[in-house]
Nanobody, 120 residues
Framework: QVQLVESGGGLVQAGGSLRLSCVASGRSMSTYMMGWFHQAPGEGREFVAAMSWSGGKYYGNSVKGRFTISRDNAKNTMYLQMNSLKPEETGVYYC??????????????WGQGTQVTVSS
């Protein structure tokens, strides 16, 4: 069984930066696709970015050029560097993992999420 734990959320002003981390346990993530999703208050979960085990990356259109996904397979950890944050990017950010070749999923392992609040 895979467990995912996110951290790094918090309160930041618009235009600021945050770095999220996702630590996996229970299994090596070296053969897994890993991704980040955002859920705004009252909205559904939206794809943000994903990175394959071989290093391929894919971003949602709204975050291209501002967010950077990375991972350290040796540490079973994935990161999301978020720059130039916008108030509409407030919400819960979830880490996800799956053995799939598709960046957008479907994902079958999910973390509990970390709250990000961007003030205007």
């Amino acid at each position: 069984q895979v467990q995912l734990v996110e951290s790094g959320g918090g309160l930041v002003q618009a235009g600021g930066s945050l770095r999220l981390s996702c630590v996996a346990s229970g299994r090596s993530m070296s053969t897994y696709m890993m991704g980040w999703f955002h859920q705004a208050p009252g909205e559904g979960r939206e794809f943000v970015a994903a990175m394959s085990w071989s290093g391929g990356k894919y971003y949602g259109n709204s975050v291209k050029g501002r967010f950077t996904i990375s991972r350290d397979n040796a540490k079973n950890t994935m990161y999301l560097q978020m720059n130039s944050l916008k108030p509409e990017e407030t919400g819960v950010y979830y880490c996800a993992a799956a053995q799939t070749p598709t960046f957008t999923g479907p994902y079958n392992y999910w973390g509990q999420g970390t709250q990000v609040t961007v003030s205007s």
